[in-house]
C-alpha cells in the first residue's frame, strides 16, 4: 500500500491535472439523474446533518434541467424519507435513533423535501423516492433508462461518499457511461468529498468540470 502525507484534495487536483486512464466518454442520449438535495443535506442554517461543497451547486444543477428539458432528455430527482416506525429503512436505519438520524427523516417532513432553490418541472420531471443509497435500488430508474435509449447518466447530489458513489458504481455497472460535474456534488467533509471524487474518477466514472459537460450538451 502506498502512503502519502497529502491531503484527500492535494491527490484529487493531482489526479485531475495528469489523468491516469482515459475517459469512458459521452455517449449518444444522457439522463440527469439529482441526487437527494433536499434540505435534510443541502440546509445548513437547519439541519446539522447538511452541508455545502461549491455555493453555486444549485444554480449549477438548475442549469443542467434546464438544457436537458429544452433535449427532452430524462430529469430525474430523489429524495429518501421513512415511515414513523422506521420499518421501511432496514438495516441501515439501526445505528443511531436520533432526531438527525437518516430513519428520522420522516415522509412529509422539512428535511425530506427538496430544496427550495432547485426549479423543478412536476410536469416532465421524474421524482423518486429511495430507502438506499443508489438511485437504482428497488426504484424503476433502470425501466426509465432503457424506455428513454439513454447510454450516458449524469450524476449530481450528495454525499460524494454516500449515494453518489453508490450511484455511480451502480451506473457503470448497469453499463451507463457516467459524468459526475464536480461541482455538482458535495459532502459533509471535504476529505471524503475529494477522496471519493478520486477513487470515482480512477475507476467508475468521469468527473470533469460542469462546464464541460454544459458544452457538450449546447452542442447536441
Known sequence: MQTTDKTAKELYFEVKANPARKRFGFGKKAALVNIDIQ???TRTDLFKTAYEADPKQLDYVNELAAKFRVLGWPV???????MDTAADAGIWGTRT???DSL???KFGSERSELDDRLILDRSTDVFYEKKMPSPFFETPLQSLLVWHQVDTVILTG????????AAGVDSLSRGY????????VADKHESYHYANLTDLSLKYCDVMEVKEVLSWLNNQ
Do not use: F, H, L
Not at 450528495?158 to 458513489?165: A, D, E, L, Y
Open 177 to 184: 457511461r457516467t459524468i459526475i460535474p464536480e461541482e455538482c
Open 97 to 99: 435513533d436520533t432526531p
Open 39 to 41: 434540505k435534510a443535506y
Open 76 to 82: 430525474v430527482w430523489t429524495n429518501v424519507a421513512y
Open 103 to 105: 430513519q428520522n427523516i
Open 158 to 165: 450528495g454525499s460524494t461518499s454516500g449515494c453518489v458513489r
